[in-house]
Nanobody
Framework: VQLVESGGGLVQPGGSLRLSCAAS????????MSWYRQAPGKERELVAD????????AYADSVKGRFTISRDNAKNTVYLQMNSLKPEDTAVYYC?????????WGQGTQVTVSS
């Protein structure tokens, strides 16, 4: 099983980034996919969640209206489109695959929002 995040980087406040998470080694469409983030000195928090076929999505209040989670099951990839970024969005972003008792994590990608 492998989850590989990409797309992080340095962006100015108000800017946008799109994160990708490429999955392999498991039945992708059978798993919920989530994005989490962890800022320095803080606990890891759930950012967004999407069901296996994409019919259900959920977001943390802090990102509603700014972030959009989506998935392409043909490419085994989940995305996080992040718009109107704020300095407080700075964190390492992780993707997670979960289904019942099974859960897999990626290694994370750094997002820094700063002028």
């Amino acid at each position: 099983v492998q989850l590989v995040e990409s797309g992080g980087g340095l962006v100015q406040p108000g800017g946008s980034l799109r994160l990708s998470c490429a999955a392999s080694g498991f039945w992708f469409s059978g798993y919920y996919m989530s994005w989490y983030r962890q800022a320095p000195g803080k606990e890891r928090e759930l950012v967004a969640d999407i069901s296996g076929i994409g019919g259900f999505t959920a977001y943390a209040d802090s990102v509603k209206g700014r972030f959009t989670i989506s998935r392409d099951n043909a490419k085994n990839t989940v995305y996080l489109q992040m718009n109107s970024l704020k300095p407080e969005d700075t964190a390492v972003y992780y993707c997670k695959a979960h289904s019942g008792a099974y859960a897999y994590w990626g290694q994370g990608t750094q997002v820094t929002v700063s002028s």
